[in-house]
């Protein structure tokens, strides 16, 4: 249990174009994902707090504008970079939060595989 | 604010040593702490975690105590193995604001040879 799915896995686009990037958590609900960039052999940078049915929270130095979020369903939630250009080429990872088992409240956060995102 | 810090890697081991892996952490509350590894390629997966104080978690062989004295959430093992070679991240997620975020160490990349 607790799956995290995410489309695509990887994807090249052209500089200007946006990109969207699925996550779905596949065997449990999720009102809150996030989601994170993860440079070559460094840690993850959470960019944004996704809430199913409101506005996403975004961490201090992440363009909103740019990196749009959408939290549509309990089980998906969507990034589109915007007008991309080869400085967001990254790998995108995001997670989904368990709300846990017969009320128990749970930090857990299960992540997807990732998307690599290369911007030519 | 709340941070993690990771002994830096990489960390070489021949199978069957023994694996110690620091993690130190600062933090206001309560936090819960996490061991994730990433195994080449793939997504980040949960190894163990610990939400209070002298909690030990453990999977797999691995084994990490919460010991809020020193602030340390250090992973072991007694003998590694080839397949455990991988990047380990420490995270720890506040208790007291609720709002889930987890905050990562740097990441330590472990490679274990036969």
């Known amino acids: 249990g607790a799956v995290v799915s995410q489309h695509p896995s990887w994807v090249i686009c052209k500089s200007g174009t946006s990109v969207k990037i699925e996550c779905r958590s596949l065997?449990?609900?999720?009102?809150?994902m996030f989601w994170y960039r993860q440079f070559p052999k460094q840690s993850l940078m959470l960019m944004a707090t996704?809430?199913?049915?409101?506005?996403?929270?975004?961490e201090q130095g992440v363009e909103k504008d740019k990196f749009l979020i959408n939290h549509a369903s309990l089980t998906l939630s969507t990034l589109t970079v915007t007008s991309a250009h080869p400085e967001d080429s990254s790998f995108y990872i995001c997670?989904?939060?368990?709300?846990?088992?017969?009320?128990?409240?749970?930090?857990?956060?299960?992540f997807g595989p990732g998307t690599r995102l290369t911007v030519t | 604010g709340d941070s993690v810090t990771q002994m830096e890697g990489p960390v070489t081991l021949s199978e069957e040593a023994f694996l110690t892996i620091n993690c130190t952490y600062t933090a206001t509350g309560y936090p819960s702490l996490f061991w994730y590894v990433q195994y080449p390629g793939e997504g980040l997966q949960l190894l163990l975690k610990?939400?209070?104080?002298?909690d030990k978690g453990s999977n797999k062989g691995f084994e990490a105590t919460y010991r809020k004295e020193t602030t340390s959430f250090h992973l072991e093992k007694g003998s590694v193995q080839v397949s455990d070679s991988a990047v380990y991240f420490c995270?720890?997620?506040?208790?007291?604001?609720?709002?889930?975020?987890?905050?990562f160490g740097q990441g330590t990349t472990l490679q274990v040879k036969p």
């Open positions: 996704s809430n199913e049915g409101s506005k996403a929270t975004y």
């Open positions: 610990a939400t209070k104080a002298d």
């Open positions: 995270a720890l997620s506040d208790g007291s604001s609720n709002t889930g975020k987890l905050i």
């Open positions: 997670s989904a939060r368990d709300q846990g088992l017969a009320g128990v409240y749970s930090y857990e956060q299960y």
């Open positions: 065997d449990f609900q999720a009102t809150t």
